[in-house]
């Protein structure tokens, strides 16, 4: 069994930064990609940001420059540093994660979402 809990949403000026976190707890043997997705109401849930187990990222057009993911792999946790941020970053983030658990099965598990508002 393995349980993500993400943190850090909230409300912010637009302009402003936030920080999201997922961390994983449980029957974790290795943790490979990380990902965060978000979703706007009305809209399909969309990748936002990817780093791999080797530390590569990958980034939505829409966020690169201002959007940076990062990973603690001694802690199981996956970060997403929000600059600049503009109204249509309103959504729920979503982290996902490519895990390898103790019984060497793999699994993609997802974390409950955090709403991230971006509102004057």
């Known amino acids: 069994q393995v349980q993500l809990v993400e943190s850090g949403g909230g409300l912010v000026q637009p302009g402003g930064s936030l920080r999201v976190s997922c961390a994983a707890s449980?029957?974790?043997?290795?943790?490979?990609?990380m990902d965060w997705y978000r979703q706007a109401p009305g809209k399909e849930r969309e990748l936002v940001a990817s780093i791999t187990r080797s530390g590569t990222t990958t980034y939505a057009d829409s966020v690169k420059g201002r959007f940076t993911i990062s990973r603690d792999s001694d802690k199981n946790t996956v970060y997403l540093q929000m600059n600049s941020l503009r109204p249509e970053d309103t959504a729920v983030y979503y982290c996902?994660?490519?895990?390898?658990?103790?019984?060497?099965?793999?699994?993609?598990?997802w974390g409950q979402g955090t709403q991230v508002t971006v509102s004057s």
């Open positions: 996902s994660l490519g895990v390898l658990t103790s019984t060497l099965a793999r699994y993609n598990y």
């Open positions: 449980g029957r974790i043997f290795s943790i490979n990609n």
